[in-house]
C-alpha cells in the first residue's frame, strides 16, 4: 500500500521556447555533444579493474538496458553515472543557483 506523503508533489515546468529554453532541434544538437562512452569515470574504473585481472565486456548489447560493463564469468554488470546529473555537492550549490531557480531545484531534487 502506497504510502501518504505530507507534502504536495513538486511540478517541474515543461521545456518550451517561451520558458527561455532551446527549440527541439537546437537542444538536440547540444545533447549530441555530450559523450555517452568512453568517459573519464569509466577508464579508470576498467584500467583498474582489468590491472586486477578481471575480464570484461563493455556496453554489452545482450543484456537489458546495456550495462557500462559487464563481467559474465561472474554474472555481474556495472553502471557508471556522473554525478553531474545526479546532483553533486546540491546541498552546496543549490543556495548559488542564479537563474531559472524554481526549475532547477525542483528538477534536480
Known amino acids: 500500500m502506497p504510502e501518504?506523503?505530507?507534502?504536495?508533489?513538486?511540478?517541474?515546468?515543461r521545456f518550451n521556447e517561451e520558458s527561455g529554453f532551446y527549440t527541439t532541434p537546437e537542444r538536440s544538437k547540444i545533447m549530441s555533444k555530450i559523450k555517452g562512452k568512453n568517459t573519464k569515470p569509466e577508464?579508470?574504473?576498467?584500467k583498474e579493474l582489468y590491472a586486477a585481472g578481471?575480464?570484461?565486456?563493455i556496453d554489452y548489447k545482450k543484456l537489458i538496458g546495456?550495462?557500462?560493463?559487464?563481467?559474465p564469468k561472474y554474472k555481474t554488470v556495472i553502471f557508471i553515472d556522473g554525478e553531474y546529473w545526479h546532483g553533486k555537492?546540491?546541498?552546496e550549490r543549490k543556495p548559488k543557483?542564479?537563474?531559472?531557480?524554481?526549475?532547477?531545484i525542483a528538477k534536480i531534487e
Open 4 to 13: 501518504d506523503y505530507p507534502e504536495e508533489r513538486i511540478k517541474v515546468p
Open 43 to 46: 577508464l579508470a574504473f576498467r
Open 54 to 57: 578481471y575480464r570484461y565486456r
Open 97 to 104: 543557483v542564479k537563474t531559472n531557480r524554481e526549475f532547477w
Open 89 to 91: 555537492n546540491w546541498d
Open 66 to 71: 546495456k550495462p557500462d560493463i559487464a563481467l
